[in-house]
């Protein structure tokens, strides 16, 4: 398994030391690996690299780098491991941890639609079963529930079909229902 989270690194430099640095770096990205102080890190998944310079003080540059890895998402519903298990078979998950993870995996999906792909299954099965058990939560949004679980079910129905235009369509329509009710609720 790779690595999850984000790693920074800061160093301090002089002036004319930064374009040395920034060749090693280059050449590091190429190896696959970098050295922080915390150690080597393999550059393997990751997702994005950030470099950035600050002029410090007395002709020095303080550098600092971030890379970026994919986060690892919390259990679905129903994988082992998952906490609803201990808690017995009709306890719920806890609400804050739904939504985190509903907020994950419909990122993901809008950003599948917008580059034009059909969402990642993974991605959509598990927001379309967060979405039918968060509308089981008493008092947080009673009233879009109905309207919600009706648009969730077409967009389920138009990923079955690979409908990628009613896809987006119905993306931008539970993203309204959504801000709608978490200006009232949130």
């Given at each position: 398994m790779g690595m999850t989270g984000k790693r920074k690194a800061e160093i301090i430099l002089e002036k004319d030391g930064v374009s040395a640095w920034l060749r090693e770096l280059a050449d590091s990205i190429d190896a696959g690996e970098l050295?922080?102080?915390?150690?080597?890190?393999?550059?393997?998944?990751?997702?994005?690299l950030k470099a950035s310079f600050k002029e410090s003080f007395e002709g020095k540059v303080r550098a600092r780098l971030s890379v970026k890895f994919p986060r690892r998402l919390p259990p679905l519903i129903g994988e082992p491991g998952?906490?609803?298990?201990?808690?017995g078979e009709d306890a719920l998950p806890k609400y804050k941890s739904l939504k985190k993870h509903m907020k994950q995996t419909f990122k993901a999906i809008g950003t599948a639609l917008n580059a034009g792909q059909l969402p990642p299954e993974l991605e959509a099965k598990s927001f379309v079963a967060d979405?039918?058990?968060?509308?089981?939560?008493p008092g947080k949004g009673d009233e879009f529930y109905a309207a919600y679980l009706a648009k969730t079910e077409a967009?389920?129905?138009?990923?079955?079909?690979?409908?990628?235009?009613?896809?987006?369509?119905l993306y931008q329509e539970l993203a309204q229902l959504k801000r709608d009710c978490h200006s009232r609720y949130a």
């Open positions: 050295s922080l102080q915390e150690g080597p890190v393999s550059l393997e998944g990751m997702t994005g998952e906490p609803e298990e201990e808690q979405s039918r058990l968060m509308v089981s939560y967009f389920e129905a138009a990923l079955a079909a690979s409908d990628l235009e009613t896809l987006k369509t």
